[in-house]
């Protein structure tokens, strides 16, 4: 599959996920994208709606570095992990910038990985709602285009255009 047929049904999916979650969720924004440090299973996202493709091209393994404590992977019971197949969200959000072309480079002089991934996320959430509300647009226009025809027994047929 070419690249720009890939990134298509990438985004694409990603706004359906979008969307889906507008819906289910009041308007929230899914605070699981925001998350910068964990890594999580792939099961995770597929469980969001991201496709098994996608998400399996994002794993990574990951080793702790006992070195310091911010590179040192632990469990929920506190217990080092020595390595870990998982995703993280910079990763998913990052590709999904570069898929929706997303100019990011504004947070490249910033300190600190959770600013920088806000600030990712921010732009894209931003650029996708602009679609959907362009879609929503296009539809709304393209339905009010449409004539409605509407049979009566007694009246015919009459055009409502």
Excluded at 14 to 21: A, V
Excluded at 119 to 137: A, D, G, P, Q, S
Aim: net charge positive.
């Amino acid at each position: 599959m070419k690249y720009q047929e890939k990134a298509q049904k990438r985004k694409d999916n990603f706004i359906e996920i979008y969307q889906k979650n507008q819906e289910d969720n009041n308007g929230e924004y899914f605070a699981g994208l925001g998350d910068y440090v964990t890594i999580y299973s792939p099961e995770y996202f597929t469980k969001m709606g991201f496709s098994k493709e996608f998400i399996d091209d994002m794993t990574e393994t990951h080793y702790s570095d006992n070195s310091n404590p911010k590179y040192t992977i632990t469990g929920n019971n506190g217990k080092e992990i020595k390595k870990l197949n998982g995703v993280m969200c910079p990763t998913v959000v990052s590709v999904l910038c570069d898929y929706f072309e997303i100019d990011t480079t504004k947070s490249l002089p910033w300190y600190g990985r959770g600013k920088i991934h806000q600030y990712k996320l921010t732009e894209l959430f931003k650029e996708v709602e602009k679609i959907v509300r362009e879609n929503r647009t296009k539809k709304s226009v393209s339905n009010s285009k449409k004539s409605t025809n509407l049979t009566y027994k007694d009246l015919g047929t009459t055009n409502f255009s």
